[in-house]
T-cell receptor, first 112, second 115 residues
Framework: GENVEQHPSTLSVQEGDSAVIKCTYSDSASNYFPWYKQELGKRPQLIIDIRSNVGEKKDQRIAVTLNKTAKHFSLHITETQPEDSAVYFCAATRGSQGNLIFGKGTKLSVKP | GAGVSQSPSNKVTEKGKDVELRCDPISGHTALYWYRQSLGQGLEFLIYFQGNSAPDKSGLPSDRFSAERTGGSVSTLTIQRTQQEDSAVYLC?????????????FGPGTRLTVT
């Protein structure tokens, strides 16, 4: 069935460094790729998303890139801050309108 | 405005008992989703309601799990004859329209513990 793989499962960086999280998906019909941030004990919240007709999208310190041919997409966080510490989930739609399939998450720790 | 709400926030039940978890989506949102999150794990899709269409139940792990959405609004997830492996946080989300087009907003979750 459809699958989303996410790497790494844990990531530790120094404050100010960049962090990159990568995901691959299997359903070639997927057309929407959101990223969610979940702080400890809180609900997941959307931080950025990208659609299949776009290769890159930026929002201040975060950016997402999409390679549809290779079926992978990545989250880039620059100038990391301690408040970026959280679990990040990537997701892809099942088909073009189906439910989201989530990756297993990346626990990001930013050390001051 | 009000976000997605879920009740109860915590539920402890004995193995073999039935439980009902409730989700109140954002008003006007036609799509509603249930997910399960086990400790340290990702978000496991359970079921998806979109408008008046038949729900996508493909993620339900067994026939002990069922869900209803009444009047296109409130949803209830029912787990019958609970097992210890059902212990998890159950998250509900809603969106303005279909999953591939609109952002999903999550509720705070219900933490279910089966003893």
């Amino acid at each position: 069935g459809e699958n989303v793989e996410q790497h790494p499962s844990t990531l530790s960086v120094q404050e100010g460094d960049s962090a990159v999280i990568k995901c691959t998906y299997s359903d070639s019909a997927s057309n929407y790729f959101p990223w969610y941030k979940q702080e400890l004990g809180k609900r997941p919240q959307l931080i950025i998303d990208i659609r299949s007709n776009v290769g890159e999208k930026k929002d201040q310190r975060i950016a997402v890139t999409l390679n549809k041919t290779a079926k992978h997409f990545s989250l880039h966080i620059t100038e990391t801050q301690p408040e970026d510490s959280a679990v990040y989930f990537c997701a892809a739609t099942r088909g073009s309108q189906g439910n989201l399939i989530f990756g297993k998450g990346t626990k990001l720790s930013v050390k001051p | 405005g009000a976000g997605v709400s879920q009740s109860p926030s915590n539920k402890v039940t004995e193995k073999g008992k039935d439980v009902e978890l409730r989700c109140d989506p954002i008003s006007g949102h036609t799509a509603l989703y249930w997910y399960r999150q086990s400790l340290g794990q990702g978000l496991e899709f359970l079921i998806y309601f979109q408008g008046n269409s038949a729900p996508d139940k493909s993620g339900l792990p067994s026939d002990r799990f069922s869900a209803e959405r009444t009047g296109g609004s409130v949803s209830t997830l029912t787990i019958q004859r609970t097992q210890q492996e059902d212990s998890a946080v159950y998250l509900c989300a809603s969106s303005l329209g279909p999953a591939g087009t609109y952002e999903q907003y999550f509720g705070p979750g219900t933490r279910l513990t089966v003893t």
